[in-house]
């Protein structure tokens, strides 16, 4: 089993975890890959007994990785797409963060999840992703996202009015300080903290969940995600923001976005004792009272 490793910032808290899946590793009759910047910044804190191959690009794992560990929380897996792309490596997460929707390894059961892995008890789930049309091609060919996409304003101290259309059909202008387009793997972030319905990972659906609207009749709505969406920018900045995921650039107003379903998908790795309502129902501590 060929095994590629990223992350991004390391804590001396997290190095025995870290070291716990180096050695994991190092027992099984494959390759570990880790990403340079990552295998830099551990700083020789962690020992391999095996040269692990490093990789900086998506190329150099292609064909090679059976699966990409992410170390860290959702934000270092949203990070780690960049580097899968459009190749299929299946993704999975060890959660060293707090909430973790997608990294749902928690980093004290790194040995069972290995064993499960290697015996085949994990579902591979296919996760729509968005893509961003924009004038000056402001992501290049990294414009796509597998939680949301958002423009929201540059200040507290302004507005902004966006107009949005659904296939070409006007939808609504929206007074507000942002909006938000997720997928249904982006409807348990951003969008749920603005109000927005949880939509199952396999619902086929995009959601888009205005942010501080200033008309309160105002709500959430879901489409189909074979849908296009367009939105014009106006206010009294000169500018607004525009976010994939973690990724932001500055806009110009006025300027339209087209957005729409990527052609391709990422596959993220499930074990099979974890379902997405049980994971859910664990998160967001539902049935718990929390008065005893």
Known sequence: MNVALFGKNVTDAAIPFIQELVDALNNLNGVTFIYQPFFNSLGGKVVFTRDPELFSRQAEIEHKADFLFSIGGD??????????????????????????????????????AIEAIQTGQYQIEDRTLLSLDSPRNLFGLNNYALNEITVYKPNVMTMLTIKTW???????????????????????????????????????????????????????????????????????????????DSRTEKVDQGVELLIHKAPFKIKLLRLTDKSFFQTIREKLNWGLDNRN
Not at 210 to 228: F, Q, W
Request: proline letters at 7%.
């Open 75 to 112: 934000g270092t897996i949203l990070d780690a797409l960049s580097l899968v792309g459009t190749s299929g490596i299946p993704v999975t997460g060890i959660n060293l963060g707090r909430l973790g929707f997608l990294s749902s390894i928690p980093k004290e059961l790194i040995i069972p």
């Open 166 to 244: 659904i296939n070409n059909e006007f939808l609504n202008a929206y007074w507000a300080d942002g909006l938000i387009v997720a997928t249904p793997t982006g409807s348990t972030a951003y969008s749920l903290s603005c109000t927005g319905p949880i939509i199952t990972p396999d619902s086929e659906n995009f959601l888009i969940t205005p942010i501080a609207s200033h008309n309160l009749t105002v709500r959430p709505i879901v489409i189909k995600d074979d849908c296009e969406i367009r939105i014009r920018v106006t206010g009294k900045n000169s500018e607004f923001l525009v976010s994939l």
